[in-house]
């Protein structure tokens, strides 16, 4: 009797690994693009905001006002690719410093579709503020109304 359980239990373990077919080597899906990274940083109080928002919507920020994430819909996205658009930010020079030194300048980084612009108070092209001045709402509007922080 023990000499039969012995060989089935044998036989269940030999088995066991016949039985199920061998994991696959996959490769997680890539995570959506990054449409904006936009960071802000300085001013006297010693300001470091940051958003990342995805091309699907998703989006996360850090900064003076806490941290959190959100959701944008198509509409606000569509506003956001416009004023872009609108401002020719991807044909614009990688670096605006700012004419004379400042302590208490703002220094702006924005990041769309992988062409980078560096910004400094004072150096700013009237042309990006509207686009700073959208990201910055943004900032605002999702620290009061976070989906989770």
Same mark, same amino acid.
């Given at each position: 009797? %023990?000499?039969?359980? &012995? *060989?089935?239990?044998?036989? @269940? %373990?030999?088995?066991?690994?016949?039985?199920?077919?061998?994991?696959?080597?996959?490769? =997680?899906?890539?995570?959506?693009?990054? @449409?904006?990274?936009?960071?802000?940083?300085?001013?006297?109080?010693?300001?470091?905001?940051? *958003?990342?928002?995805?091309?699907?919507?998703?989006?996360?920020? #850090?900064?003076?006002?806490?941290?959190?994430?959100?959701? @944008?819909?198509?509409?606000? *996205?569509?506003?956001?690719?416009?004023? &872009?658009?609108?401002?020719? &930010? @991807?044909?614009?020079?990688?670096?605006?410093?700012? =004419? #004379?030194?400042?302590?208490?300048?703002?220094?702006?980084?924005?990041?769309?579709?992988?062409?980078? %612009?560096?910004?400094?108070?004072?150096? %700013?092209? =009237?042309? *990006?503020? =509207?686009?700073?001045?959208?990201?910055?709402?943004?900032?605002?509007?999702?620290?009061?109304?976070?989906?989770?922080?």
């Amino acid at each position: 009797m %023990v000499c039969a359980a &012995f *060989l089935f239990i044998a036989a @269940l %373990v030999l088995t066991t690994g016949c039985i199920e077919e061998p994991a696959k080597n996959t490769t =997680p899906a890539p995570g959506p693009a990054i @449409l904006v990274d936009y960071s802000r940083t300085g001013g006297i109080a010693g300001v470091e905001d940051h *958003l990342v928002i995805f091309e699907n919507g998703a989006g996360v920020y #850090s900064g003076q006002r806490g941290r959190g994430a959100f959701f @944008l819909n198509q509409t606000i *996205l569509d506003e956001i690719n416009d004023e &872009f658009y609108r401002v020719g &930010f @991807l044909s614009m020079n990688a670096s605006y410093p700012a =004419p #004379s030194p400042g302590a208490d300048y703002f220094t702006y980084t924005i990041t769309y579709h992988n062409h980078t %612009v560096n910004a400094e108070d004072t150096g %700013v092209p =009237p042309a *990006l503020q =509207p686009v700073i001045q959208r990201l910055n709402e943004i900032i605002a509007e999702r620290a009061n109304n976070p989906v989770y922080s």
